[in-house]
């Protein structure tokens, strides 16, 4: 149990298109999602919180604008890179806080950006 | 806000020796705990996780021990594999809160 996906799961875009990425919980309901970022041989960088039905909470110095995140449902949530640049390239990585009594979250197996 | 330190950032074992990680944290307010494992290009696998209500918990080959005292936390894996080479993380948390990560030990099993 406690599934999360994550789609597609690497994806290669140029330099001013938009990306979007899928995160669900295919086993339980999260009302809460997280996503992540991570630079190679580095920590989890948090980006924002995603609560469903309610807009995200960003991290200092994450731009809202340009990282769009949706969270419609309790089993999906979508991060969209909007006008794309090399530095956007990473491993972007999403989380799903167990709904109900326990504190676990469970994460997605990431989505590498590279942005031509 | 909460900081978590980890140590070492490399280890290497030999297969069948025991490995030993760990944490610092500076809040006192944080209550839980999680460990995770994150092999090459995969998400982050939650393999242990311990609340500050209790002082050890095991489960298998794997054990976590807090220090609340001290802010402490340790990961310990017993008759290690080389399937247990990876990076593993540390974090911290108040509850239902956003986890604060550790920087990550490469933990390498040699056979």
């Known amino acids: 149990g406690a599934v999360v996906s994550q789609h597609p799961s690497w994806v290669i875009c140029k330099s001013g298109t938009s990306v979007k990425i899928e995160c669900r919980s295919l086993d339980f309901q999260a009302t809460t999602m997280f996503w992540y970022r991570q630079f190679p041989k580095q920590s989890l960088m948090l980006m924002a919180t995603s609560n469903e039905g309610s807009k995200a909470t960003y991290e200092q110095g994450v731009e809202k604008d340009k990282f769009l995140i949706n969270h419609a449902s309790l089993t999906l949530s979508t991060l969209t890179v909007t006008s794309a640049h090399p530095e956007d390239s990473s491993f972007y990585i999403c989380?799903?806080?167990?709904?109900?009594?326990?504190?676990?979250?469970?994460f997605g197996p990431g989505t590498r950006l590279t942005v031509t | 806000g909460e900081n978590v330190e980890q140590h070492p950032s490399t280890l290497s074992v030999q297969e069948g020796d025991s490995a030993v990680i760990k944490c610092t944290y500076s809040d006192s307010a944080s209550n839980y705990f999680p460990w995770y494992k994150q092999e090459l290009g995969k998400g982050p696998q939650l393999i242990i996780d311990?609340?500050?209500?209790?002082g050890e918990k095991k489960d298998q080959r794997i054990a976590v021990t807090l220090n609340k005292t001290a802010k402490h936390f340790s990961l310990h894996i017993t008759e290690t594999q080389p399937e247990d080479s990876a990076v593993y993380f540390c974090?911290?948390?108040?509850?239902?809160?956003?986890?604060?990560f550790g920087k990550g030990t490469m933990l390498l099993v040699s056979p």
């Open positions: 311990i609340r500050s209500n209790v």
């Open positions: 974090a911290a948390s108040q509850g239902y809160s956003t986890l604060t």
């Open positions: 989380s799903a806080l167990l709904a109900g009594s326990s504190y676990e979250q469970y």
